[in-house]
């Protein structure tokens, strides 16, 4: 079969010529002696047209067929100047592969985003979803690409394990213990030595820790999976199961790890606004006006740059326009980092030097001994999309955090090897995927940009 990807792309060589295309029908307009399939075959963001006439034996079989049906259709491409398509193809044989209810769930109308998120299984047949998910697919071979032509390895961080890597609690556990008849020890405590691996374990909410001991080895790597959070936040940027890149720099300090976040995000635009133009174009026009104008700038200008007590002052002017009010010390929520990044810098920001309350153990202390060499990129219409830092290098300081935290010692060993064994000053950051995903596309909802999204109580299929 020909992929209507193929017609499109060498058109010269089709014309006039035979074809033979398997699709799904994505309208059908009969009439007495003739009619027009609308199929597309998920190759390519463009549908194909067809013409079939009663000459064929089965005319009135495909007059009958529903939207949604699939067909295999040979005959001959031939242009059309004055027709929206540049092509169509006039049929000498039809073949239904597979019939098509008349209540299938995608007819051809404008189904609303909360409607489609209710047949997830489905959905990636409409235009809006082949573009989401084509883009995404285009935005992970671009990172790849990003980091592998600058020679990071990439690493494959474990999904299963023992640590928790951002210190908030916010983990799925692991466990094959039967929870009706949960263990106990002599004191009424959960027996975890009967468990599957021993000990307390949980789905990984970051491979960083991972990933910090291979760029030890090979200087620079970078992780691309899937990561786990259960936090209740409801909103429409989390997801309990949401994918992470993670470079992790050896010899590279906060300046260098910003350096590297904003050469990737260009990159990743650069890309995409090459190689998905019709999709861009359809996000343009249907989902948010202006985004090309926006992703275009951003992929040709630079990142503006605020130090976290700088934000906060700026913020503290205008605490009359936020829900929560901020204060040197708080964590900045959503509006004020939208805030930040639409009202007052008007492109992606990186904000810096954190209250190390606010952190995780693992960042550099700075020299105030109160703030961390953090960063955060927050770009407009989601707030933050990256979080990183300068790592934490020195055994002492990094140990008597922990002790602060409360953390076992011994939970960390391996960590705390990385500084007892050949320390160097190293970065990394953590983008997350999904949020880069709607970026890109304008989308404003993290489960319009998941195949599968698993929020709070929503894990269908
Ligand atoms: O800021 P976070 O928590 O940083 C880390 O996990 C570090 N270990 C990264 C590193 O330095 N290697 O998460 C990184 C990014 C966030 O900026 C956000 O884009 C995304 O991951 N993220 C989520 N995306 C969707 N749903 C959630 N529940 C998310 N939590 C974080
Ligand atoms: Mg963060």
Redesign the pocket.
Same mark, same amino acid.
């Given at each position: 079969l020909t992929t209507v990807r193929d017609l499109y792309r060498d058109r010269e060589k089709y014309v006039g010529q035979t074809v033979k295309v398997g699709g799904w029908l994505r309208n059908i307009r009969d009439s007495k002696t003739f009619g027009f399939l609308v199929m597309n075959d998920g190759s390519c963001f463009s549908t194909l047209q067809v013409v079939y006439t009663d000459q064929l034996e089965n005319f009135s079989d495909i007059s009958r067929l529903n939207v949604g049906a699939s067909v295999i259709v040979k005959g001959t491409l031939v242009e059309t100047p004055k027709a929206k398509q540049p092509f169509e193809i006039q049929a000498e044989e039809v073949v239904i592969e597979g019939t098509s209810m008349p209540d299938y769930p995608l007819q051809p109308k404008r189904h609303t985003f909360e409607y489609l998120r209710t047949i997830p299984h489905l959905r990636a047949r409409t235009n809006t979803f082949q573009a989401v998910f084509r883009v995404r697919s285009l935005i992970a071979y671009a990172i790849h690409k990003f980091f592998q032509e600058q020679g990071f390895v990439y690493v494959h961080t474990p999904l299963i394990t023992g640590s928790d890597?951002?210190g908030a609690g916010e983990m799925f556990q692991v466990t094959t213990m039967d929870l009706n008849n949960i263990p106990k020890t002599e004191d009424g405590q959960v027996d975890y030595k009967k468990d599957f691996f021993g000990k307390p374990t949980n789905l990984t909410?970051?491979?960083?820790l991972n *990933?910090e001991t291979y760029a030890m080895a090979f200087r620079n790597i970078y992780t691309f999976g899937p990561?786990f959070?259960a936090?209740n936040?409801n909103t429409t940027?989390?997801?309990?199961e949401?994918w992470?890149i993670?470079p992790?720099m050896a010899f590279a300090d906060l300046e260098d790890n910003m350096n590297m976040a904003e050469a990737m995000i260009k990159y990743i635009i650069q890309y995409v606004l090459e190689n998905a133009p019709e999709e861009m174009a359809f996000f343009n026009q249907f989902v948010d006006k202006g985004l090309l104008d926006r992703l275009n700038h951003v992929a040709t200008s630079q990142f503006a740059h605020v130090t976290y007590t700088e934000a906060v002052d700026i913020l503290m002017k205008n605490n009359d326009k936020f829900d929560y009010k901020v204060s040197w010390g708080v964590d900045l929520q959503t509006e004020h980092e939208r805030y930040l990044t639409e009202q007052v810098f008007k492109r992606p920001v990186f904000v810096t030097d954190y209250p190390k309350e606010i952190k995780?153990f693992y960042m550099k202390l700075n020299d105030d001994n109160k703030t961390v060499a953090a960063m955060?990129?927050l770009v407009p219409g989601i707030g933050? #999309? #990256? *979080?990183?830092?300068q790592r934490e290098d020195d055994y002492d300081k990094l140990a008597a955090r922990m002790d602060e935290l409360g953390l076992n010692r011994e939970d960390y060993d391996f960590y705390l090897d990385l500084r007892r064994y050949g320390s160097v000053y190293h970065s990394?950051? *953590?983008?997350?995927f999904?949020?880069?995903v709607m970026y890109l596309t304008g989308m404003s909802n #993290?489960r319009d940009v998941l195949p599968f999204p698993r929020t709070v109580n929503n894990c269908e299929l």
């Open positions: 890597c951002e909410v970051s491979g960083q *990933g990561t959070r936090e936040s940027r989390h997801a309990a949401f992470m993670e992790e995780a955060d990129l933050e #999309i #990256i *979080g990183g830092s990394g950051y *953590g983008l997350g999904e949020r880069c #993290i």
